[in-house]
Every structure is written in structure tokens, then in C-alpha cells.
């Protein structure tokens, strides 16, 4: 049984090392590696899974989606395994800011929705199926990749308060601000209907 200090211990090592595995920036790092060049110069500029696809390799683009959702996934794991479900929740939260603010990138990062479903399906997986639910359902009407992550985010803490997980419905509606504060540029074309669609190509110059 962990004493007071014990716990607040493990609560920051959680807050700390989540942040710092959440701010590795594989799309930056695969896309150099690949020979792709720096992908801060292209498209929207950020280092997530959708700027890597506008350089062209797909390949690249899923494995960043992946490594993006995963670092979050494994951080909550680790954390759940050393020292209990709050501390998961504070690693995976934590490892998302790493992504969307990271130290090494002057904190300029992505836009954290890979990062966000990694915490939710390493946490709560059955909540993360709902906002998956939802994406699918605003991206098949809308087409738009944007808009359908920003309702996925919404309908996670909605669904978590509803199924009785305080926890998880505070982490996600604090997650959820921090991923609309990140898509406010993408927010303005929305509401100005100017957003990209699904399957428009985008030009690597156009901030998107």
C-alpha cells in the first residue's frame, strides 16, 4: 500500500514520463530517416500521421499513426502495471501534451488524435470503440477527417460520464480542450466551409 507521499511520487514519475515518451516525434523522425525531408516544411506543418501522408508514402504515414497511438497506449500500460489506474490516466494524458507540445520541437507538435484513441483504448477500450464509432459515422456523412476527430472527441467524455467512469470522462474533457485548441485552425475553415475533404489531394504547400 503506497503512503501519501508515495502516491503523489508516483503521480508526478507519471505526469514526467509520460510527457517525455509522448514527445517523441516519430512522423519528424521517419519521414528524415525515409529521405523525405523535414515534413515541418510541408502541409500543415505539424509532425502527426496526416502531414507524413502528404509526402506521398502511405507506408510511412500508417506506421506514424501507429507509433503516435501507441506511445500513449504504452505509457498508461507501464504506469497502470508500476502504480495504478490514476497514474495510467496521468501518464496517457501526459504523453498526449508530450506530443501536441513537445520540449524538443520549441513546442510545435501535432495535433494529438492518434495520441488521444491510443490513451482511450489503453484505459478504456470500450470507450475508445465509441469515439471510433463516431468517427467513422461524421467521416462516411461529412467526409471530413477533422470534424469527425473533434465529435470523436466530444463523444468520449460523454460516453464515459454516462457508463459511470468519473475518471475517464474528466481525463477525456480535458484531452478533448486540448485537441480542439490544437484544430482551431481547422475549426475556422469549418465553420467558413473551406475544410478539406476526405480523398481532395492537398498540395504539400497548402496548410491544411
Request: hydrophobic share 55%; proline share 2%.
Amino acid at each position: 500500500m503506497f503512503s501519501n507521499i508515495d502516491t503523489l511520487y508516483a503521480q508526478i514519475f507519471a505526469l514526467v514520463g509520460g510527457y517525455f515518451l509522448g514527445s517523441i516525434p516519430f512522423g519528424l523522425l521517419l519521414a528524415k530517416l525515409a529521405g523525405q525531408g523535414d515534413i515541418r516544411n510541408i502541409g500543415s506543418g505539424n509532425i502527426g500521421a496526416t502531414n507524413v501522408l502528404r509526402t506521398g508514402r502511405k507506408d510511412l504515414a500508417l506506421i506514424t499513426l501507429v507509433l503516435d497511438a501507441g506511445k500513449a497506449g504504452i505509457a498508461a500500460f507501464i504506469f497502470l502495471k508500476l502504480f495504478g489506474f490514476i497514474p495510467s490516466l496521468l501518464a496517457g494524458g501526459a504523453a498526449l501534451l508530450g506530443h501536441c507540445y513537445p520540449v524538443w520541437l520549441k513546442f510545435k507538435g501535432g495535433k494529438g488524435v492518434a495520441t488521444y484513441f491510443g490513451v482511450l483504448f489503453a484505459t478504456a477500450w470500450p470507450i475508445a470503440l465509441i469515439a471510433c464509432a463516431t468517427w467513422l459515422l461524421s467521416a462516411a456523412v461529412t467526409r471530413m477527417s477533422s470534424l469527425s476527430a473533434l465529435l470523436a472527441t466530444l463523444a468520449a467524455p460523454i460516453a464515459a460520464y454516462f457508463m459511470g467512469k468519473s475518471e475517464i470522462a474528466i481525463l477525456t474533457a480535458i484531452l478533448s480542450l486540448v485537441i480542439f485548441i490544437r484544430h482551431k485552425e481547422n475549426i475556422g475553415r469549418i465553420l467558413a466551409g473551406t475544410e478539406s475533404r476526405i480523398g481532395n489531394k492537398t498540395r504539400a504547400g497548402n496548410k491544411k
